[in-house]
């Protein structure tokens, strides 16, 4: 497998549409490192908080096999590590941007990645997948084999798949994902039904948790009209609250994003909370999902988009603890196609990812707990689909080209 190594420091392909950008940044305070080439994609991003050591997985299809792997890169490297594959089994992943797999390193430093497998189903026109768990106690080297986490794999096949993946400070891990098992089963009676059709079968929001980092409890059913190919966002806060957010549908076919919370452990959740009332409507499912953050005051961040009339593009709100509005919907991009975004917050400070309206590029900017972001401000990188991981002042933008993926890193400014 061909790795693509470090480029040279400070330089930045195809970024800055300006000189300076937020807080003074500049271009060349990001240097560039090419991952993997080829027909790659789907990457994600972390950073250890305790050694700073940065991740990233990704998958990529080789003699028509998917296979997810990671790389890491510690404080002192000048390059990252080789890509190692992450399960035994070639052809178990899925290359799909609102499926990527997903990486995150627990309080002991355990390195967790979390994807979604493939499989065609003669006779339908959207696979079925199952959810798989690695672990990997010695920084990414090597992995224990792949735990299932959903617990109908041996039934009839069904899709798992549109998940994210939070660590807790216990090491309890959870899993969010949009599951089809009811929806399927009903389907099996009623084959006439549309795929973007609702029913009250589903598709379903559901979050697991393991505390062993392997074996999952059954999954809770969050809610039961999801829009059925946007991605879910999960986050916890200081206290342990775990929020979900993904893209419910309501009556009329409107597909508003909503947030619910958990306080004991993901063992049940609140009602779902609209983010903003937008009033999107679409048959059909625009394949974008949210983001969400917490800061240290326990705010949830919340960005997300949507094609409503008047209001296309991207935005951003805070919400309280009881997800209650702090402050008035903001937009960061406006009458946008459809566009991807990513929300990672920084000791101090939050960091704000997404595509922008010129096509392969991404726009990155960083603002208070307290302001609004100011656009104007924002630099400009080369790519697509952005993941996005803030720790004590190192920043990494993780993202795809038509050649390649590629990370952008920010390292702390140096101590006097």
């Not at 392997?214 to 999960?234: E, H, M």
Request: charged share 20%; net charge positive; proline share 8%.
């Amino acid at each position: 497998m061909k790795s693509l190594k470090l480029a040279l420091a400070g330089l930045l392909l195809g970024a800055g549409c300006s000189s300076t950008g937020p807080s003074g940044l500049r271009p060349y305070d990001f240097q560039v490192i090419r991952l993997d080439s080829g027909r790659v994609g789907a990457i994600t991003t972390a950073i250890d908080p305790q050694t700073h050591t940065i991740y990233w997985s990704w998958a990529a299809m080789r003699d028509s096999l998917v296979d997810i792997y990671l790389s890491r890169m510690a404080p002192g490297d000048t390059a990252p590590s080789p890509p190692v594959r992450v399960h035994p089994q070639r052809g178990l992943g899925n290359l799909h941007t609102q499926a990527p797999p997903q990486v995150r390193v627990g309080p002991d430093g355990t390195v967790y990645v979390l994807w979604s497998s493939r499989i065609p189903v003669p006779g339908r026109r959207f696979p079925a997948s199952n959810l798989y768990l690695v672990r990997s106690t010695d920084q990414g080297q090597t992995f224990a084999p792949p735990c299932l986490v959903n617990d109908d794999a041996e039934g009839p096949p069904s899709s798992h798949t549109f998940h994210d993946l939070a660590i807790g400070r216990e090491g309890i891990v959870y899993v969010s994902w949009i599951d089809a098992r009811r929806l399927d089963a009903q389907r099996s009676a009623e084959t006439h039904r549309h795929h973007h059709e609702t029913s009250s079968a589903g598709p379903d929001i559901r979050v697991a948790r393991s505390t062993d980092g392997c074996t999952f409890s059954p999954g809770v059913i969050v809610d039961s009209t999801s829009c059925p190919c946007c991605r879910t966002a999960l986050t916890i806060d200081a206290q342990g609250g775990l929020y979900v957010a993904w893209r419910k549908v309501f009556p009329g076919n409107v597909r508003d994003i909503v947030v619910a919370v958990s306080r004991d452990r993901g063992q049940t959740f609140s009602q779902p909370v609209r983010v903003q009332t937008d009033g999107w409507v679409l048959d059909g499912c625009p394949h974008v999902g949210p983001s969400l953050a917490v800061d240290d005051r326990q705010q949830l961040h919340v960005a997300w988009y949507t094609g409503a009339p008047e209001r296309t593009g991207i935005w951003y709100r805070r919400l309280s603890p009881q997800l209650r509005p702090v402050l008035a919907a903001q937009p960061l991009a406006q009458v946008l196609p459809i566009a991807q975004m990513r929300l990672a917050w920084d000791t101090y400070q939050m960091w704000a990812a997404w595509e922008a309206p010129t096509k392969g590029q991404v726009r990155l900017q960083v603002f208070s707990k307290t302001a609004f972001p100011d656009t104007t401000q924002a630099l400009s990188f080369m790519g697509r689909n952005p993941a996005l991981a803030a720790v004590d002042g190192w920043v990494v933008l993780a993202v795809e080209t038509e050649q390649d993926v590629r990370a952008y890193i920010k390292r702390p400014a140096a101590k006097p």
